[in-house]
């Protein structure tokens, strides 16, 4: 359902919004946020909820608020290769394409607030501010997909496992300050999933996480809930 979103300043959702001040809408006068929240809407979607599908025509894009959103890409014969994850407050779709290039699925539980891909093309060619955002954010997607082709091709099973435990750690929590010396959270991927991501097997992946937690780096609750006592003893696992 479409909520009223906006007023005569910043609009009441917006004002506390993470994406507003850290993702591309940070980028966006009073006015504009106001005229885009005008087209715009939030929404939830369940964990394992298609977003995008693959050569789908693009109708819109969304701001990511909350959850991960998992990115693949599915060979002519079914096969599927995760290719990436996306946390809040990142910008979920590529302006100016007519078609989608990948299938974009909610990992977990997703918070989207969604706009007409027409609106934010308009606000991109009067606003060189915006186009700049989507820039950094293109950029910083391409730095971390080089990064994981050295994970994927170089680094062992076990910096592979501390690799990914390490990236979600920094990523999905935005307000959390980037300085901390431990994190929490739960796993936003089946290990199924994290062993496809990772070029492993199932089974690699749980003895590896079952060795991160005997060395006391990680501490796993609930089968899915890690705890990181102390970053920097991840970081040097990760081979970082």
């Not at 991927?189 to 060795?211: H, M």
Request: hydrophobic share 40%; net charge negative.
């Amino acid at each position: 359902m479409r909520q009223d979103v906006h007023n005569s300043s910043i609009p009441v959702l917006c004002a506390s919004c993470e994406a507003r001040h850290k993702g591309i809408c940070g980028a966006l006068e009073p006015d504009q946020l106001v005229a885009l929240a005008k087209t715009s809407y939030k929404q939830k979607a369940d964990g394992g909820s298609e977003l995008i599908g693959d050569a789908e025509r693009v109708e819109s894009y969304s701001n990511v608020l909350s959850g991960v959103v998992k990115l693949t890409k599915t060979l002519s014969d079914g096969r599927q290769q995760i290719v990436g994850l996306q946390f809040a407050p990142d910008f979920l779709g590529r302006p100016f394409r007519s078609e989608s290039g990948i299938n974009a699925e909610a990992a977990t539980e997703v918070g989207l607030c969604s706009f007409p891909k027409g609106a934010i093309e308009r606000m991109m060619k009067a606003s060189p501010e915006l186009e700049h955002r989507l820039y950094q954010q293109t950029l910083r997607e391409l730095d971390e997909a080089r990064e994981w082709m050295v994970t994927l091709g170089r680094k062992t099973a076990s910096e592979k496992i501390a690799s990914f435990l390490l990236m979600i750690a920094r990523h999905i929590d935005p307000t959390a300050d980037p300085d901390r010396t431990s994190a929490t959270f739960d796993l936003p991927l089946s290990r199924a999933d994290i062993a496809d991501f990772l070029g492993l097997t199932i089974e690699t992946v749980s003895r590896q996480l079952t060795k991160l937690r005997a060395d006391n780096v990680i501490r796993i609750e609930n089968n899915r809930h890690v705890v990181v006592p102390d970053m920097e003893r991840l970081e040097l696992r990760a081979g970082n």
